[in-house]
């Protein structure tokens, strides 16, 4: 049976549009950081190759490339972690220029998938679609721990809103945010998804 995460993995993916505490164990990530406009085509660039990376593993089977304890599964979504470069920090009011914004884009790979893999996977894509961003793709485990999160429902210039709400839950219950820096799960392809109907998990860690 295909493992499909949305079923499966819900405490991670399928939270309720109110905040709640989570533990997130570590899980593995072909990961690119960057800087700047998420609307840039740099960004659009980045999230074409870790997808061409994700599918090169999901389709190993039919190349005979699988790896040992291979299952089925659905591609894990996309995810980036956010935070403001040294400029954006100084000049953050509350607001805030795209151009400042600093990223780690990823998308998790299944249990099965280890470095040494995913080093396999890097060279072979490499060389069957080249693409200058590979260099820049690395493999990470990754493990965010004690956080708090919610459904966001809408557009993501609206998640100031959603935040808000998350920081006013963890100051109730006592839990203190570890940074301004965040987490957020694209569970809609913002392509062919109208703004209001865009479905985002947000995550920040808490101590």
Known sequence: MKHEWRKKEKQYYGPKQKPEKVDIPA???????????????????????????????????????????????????????????????????????????VYRLMIRQPN???????????????????????????FEFIEDGPSVQMLHLGPYDDEPASFKQMQAFADAEGLKRKSMVHREIYLSDARKTAPEKLKTVLRFWIS
């Not at 080093?119 to 820049?136: D, G, M, T, Y």
């Open 112 to 138: 099965f998938v280890d470095k040494a893999y995913a080093a396999q996977v890097i060279e072979w894509v490499k060389k069957e679609k080249p693409h200058p961003l590979l260099e820049q793709v690395s």
């Open 27 to 101: 899980f593995g990530f072909f990961i690119i950081d960057g800087e700047g406009n998420p609307n840039s085509d740099a960004f659009a660039e980045a999230i074409g190759v870790l997808y061409s990376l994700s599918y090169a593993i999901r389709m190993s089977p039919k190349k005979d490339r699988a790896p040992k304890d291979y299952f089925e599964y659905t591609v894990y979504p996309l995810e980036g972690i956010w935070d403001l470069n040294e400029q954006g920090r100084a000049e953050y009011d509350g607001t805030f220029d795209k151009n400042n914004l």
